[in-house]
T-cell receptor
Framework: AQSVAQPEDQVNVAEGNPLTVKCTYSVSGNPYLFWYVQYPNRGLQFLLKYITGDNLVKGSYGFEAEFNKSQTSFHLKKPSALVSDSALYFC??????????FGAGTRLAVHP | EAQVTQNPRYLITVTGKKLTVTCSQNMNHEYMSWYRQDPGLGLRQIYYSMNVEVTDKGDVPEGYKVSRKEKRNFPLILESPSPNQTSLYFCASSRSGSGANVLTFGAGSRLTVL
């Protein structure tokens, strides 16, 4: 069965330090992979996606993610974290038509 | 502004009292979907619609109904709500049902069933 795992419930990082939010997937065929962010009392906002091509994908607000087929991972990264990056982050995979499978979410806390 | 609008944003109701959560998009999107978000479970799909009059079940459809009579609207109906339907609900839309398309989400509707 198709699934997405986010192994960390929460990630804490100091402002200015690099951040990584982990995601692994299990889908048949070639996956489409996404990262969405949710700020308090807001809907999910699209950050970036991997469909095909370059394994390093750049997205909004300075975020990027690296697709690693051998490790079935799609970790979200940012070189220098901001306090305003604090939010709930969701990794998602589309193994086919009509449906996104979401991970459980990782809460990112960036401390001043 | 391109957006998905859900109403109500917050609702407290009692077991068995029928309710409808409305969803409307202004982007002429063909595909619309409802998700529920629960702590530790992420988002799970309830129902989706590929176009007008075309709807199908997602992963957790029990206790819910939907309809798609117009392209812009996709209401979620709880005929007889129960406490296990207390959750945060999101409506989303995209240009088509292709897995490569980005979903645009509404702001969410927090439902409490007592």
């Amino acid at each position: 069965a198709q699934s997405v795992a986010q192994p960390e419930d929460q990630v804490n990082v100091a402002e200015g330090n690099p951040l990584t939010v982990k995601c692994t997937y299990s889908v048949s065929g070639n996956p489409y992979l996404f990262w969405y962010v949710q700020y308090p009392n807001r809907g999910l906002q699209f950050l970036l996606k991997y469909i095909t091509g370059d394994n390093l994908v750049k997205g909004s607000y300075g975020f990027e993610a690296e697709f690693n087929k051998s490790q079935t991972s799609f970790h979200l990264k940012k070189p220098s974290a901001l306090v305003s990056d604090s939010a709930l982050y969701f990794c998602a995979s589309s193994g086919g038509y009509n449906k996104l499978i979401f991970g459980a979410g990782t809460r990112l806390a960036v401390h001043p | 502004e391109a957006q998905v609008t859900q109403n109500p944003r917050y609702l407290i109701t009692v077991t068995g009292k029928k309710l409808t959560v409305t969803c409307s998009q202004n982007m002429n999107h063909e595909y619309m979907s409802w998700y529920r978000q629960d702590p530790g479970l992420g988002l799970r799909q309830i129902y989706y619609s590929m176009n007008v009059e075309v709807t199908d079940k997602g992963d957790v459809p029990e206790g819910y109904k939907v309809s798609r009579k117009e392209k812009r609207n996709f209401p979620l109906i709880l005929e007889s709500p129960s406490p296990n339907q207390t959750s945060l609900y999101f409506c989303a839309s995209s240009r088509s049902g292709s897995g490569a398309n980005v979903l645009t989400f509404g702001a969410g509707s927090r439902l409490t069933v007592l």
